[in-house]
C-alpha cells in the first residue's frame, strides 16, 4: 500500500510508493560509470604548483611547509562581493544586485581522494575550514544566510573533479529556507521545545531509521525522505547555527560524516551525491526553535513531471529499509 508521509518540520509530504517499491541494493552503481582518476593532474587548477590559477586563499591549513587545505574565492561565482544588497522595482517587479560572497574549499592537495577515501586529517581539516569560513563570513554585515554545501559527480552537477566544496553567503533567505523556521517557530510557540530535538527523540524511540548513534551525533534516514538514501545528521546537542559548534563536536563531526559517506560509497558503489549544511540564518544564531544539521542526497533518481507540478516527492524505496541497509555496512 502507498502511503502520503509528513515532514514534521516543513508540513510538505511525500509519496513512499510501496507497490514499485525497489530494494536499496537495485540503486547500486554500474562500476564502469567512474573512471579512475590520476593522484596529480597537470591541468587542475586545484592541485599544488596550480595556485596561480586561483584567487589567493582566504583561509588555508599548512603542514610541513606545504598547503593541506586551502579556502580561495570562487572566481566564477554567480555572485559577487562589490555590489550592493539594495533592492530595487522595475515597475512591479523586484530585484537587487547579485550581490554575494562565494567560496571554494580545497580539501586536499591530492586529486584523485573523495571523502570516503581521505585519511580521517583531511576530512577534520575540510570541517574546521567550514567552521572557520562560517564564522568569518557571519560578521559581514550585509550577509543573511550561509549555505555550505558539496557537489560530488556530475549528476551532482560537478563537473571538476578535484575533492571540493562551495560555501555562499546571500543577503537573501529565500522561501525554501524561511518557510521551516516559520513553522519550527509555530512549533515552538505551541509546544514550547525544539521540533527537531522532538523528533530526534521520537527517531530514537522507534529506531528503525538510525542508521548510526554517537556521543554527538544521530544519524538517520528522515521519515519523509523525498529520494532513496536521503540521510541526515543532527547534532544531539540543540544549537541553531553550526557556527556554535564546539571543538569536540567537530571532531566527531568529521568521523561520523565520512563514515556515513563511506555507507554509501561501499554500498551503492560511490554515488555521486550532494550534500548540505542547512543552518539558520544569521540574525538567527542562537535561537530555541532553530536546529542546525547536514543532509546528504544521492543523486539516484530525477525528479519528474509530479515532482515539478506538486513539490511532492514519490519515494520508491522505505527509509527504514535504506537505514538497514546502511546500517549492516561494515565501514
Ligand atoms: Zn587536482
Ligand atoms: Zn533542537
Not at 500500500?1 to 511525500?14: D, G, I
Not at 560555501?167 to 523556521?181: E, G, K, M, S, Y
Not at 551525533?217 to 536521503?230: D, G, M
Request: charged share 25%; net charge neutral; glycine share 4%.
Amino acid at each position: 500500500m502507498p502511503e502520503f508521509r509528513q515532514n514534521m518540520v516543513s508540513k510538505e509530504w511525500v509519496i513512499i510508493a510501496t507497490e514499485r517499491a525497489k530494494r536499496p541494493d537495485q540503486f547500486l552503481q554500474k562500476k564502469e560509470e567512474k573512471k579512475p582518476l590520476p593522484h596529480y593532474s597537470q591541468d587542475c587548477p586545484f592541485c599544488p604548483g596550480n595556485e596561480s590559477k586561483t584567487p589567493p586563499s582566504l583561509f588555508s591549513i599548512e603542514k610541513n611547509g606545504a598547503w593541506s587545505l586551502r579556502v580561495v574565492p570562487n572566481k566564477f561565482a554567480a555572485l559577487q562581493s562589490h555590489l550592493t544588497t539594495e533592492r530595487r522595482h522595475e515597475g512591479r517587479f523586484l530585484k537587487a544586485d547579485g550581490f554575494g560572497i562565494a567560496e571554494v574549499v580545497i580539501e586536499t592537495p591530492i586529486h584523485n581522494r573523495t571523502i570516503a577515501t581521505m585519511e580521517l586529517e583531511e576530512v577534520r581539516n575540510t570541517v574546521t575550514a567550514y567552521r572557520e569560513r562560517y564564522i568569518s563570513l557571519s560578521t559581514t554585515g550585509k550577509i543573511d544566510l550561509i549555505t555550505i554545501f558539496r557537489n560530488y559527480g556530475e549528476r551532482a552537477g560537478t563537473s571538476l573533479e578535484h575533492p571540493h566544496s562551495q560555501i555562499i553567503a546571500t543577503p537573501i533567505v529565500p522561501p525554501h529556507v524561511r518557510n521551516p523556521l516559520y513553522q519550527s517557530q509555530l512549533a515552538f510557540d505551541t509546544f514550547g521545545d525544539c521540533i527537531y530535538c522532538g523528533m530526534m527523540e521520537e527517531e530514537r524511540r522507534q529506531q528503525t531509521r538510525v542508521v548510526e548513534e554517537t556521543n554527538y551525533f544521530l544519524v538517520l534516514c528522515p521519515f519523509a525522505s523525498r529520494s532513496p538514501f536521503e540521510t541526515r545528521i543532527y547534532p544531539k546537542i540543540h544549537r541553531s547555527s553550526f557556527a556554535s559548534i564546539s571543538n569536540e563536536e567537530l571532531m566527531e563531526l568529521a568521523s561520523v560524516l565520512q563514515k556515513t559517506i563511506k555507507r554509501l560509497y561501499i554500498g551503492l558503489n560511490d554515488p555521486d551525491y550532494n550534500y548540505v549544511i542547512r543552518s539558520a540564518p544569521t540574525e538567527d544564531n542562537d535561537v530555541k526553535y532553530h536546529h542546525w544539521y547536514l543532509v546528504i542526497v544521492p543523486k539516484l533518481t530525477t525528479p519528474a513531471g509530479f515532482e515539478i507540478g506538486t513539490g511532492i516527492y514519490i519515494n520508491t524505496t522505505l527509509p527504514e529499509e535504506c537505514a538497514e541497509f546502511l546500517r549492516g555496512i561494515a565501514t
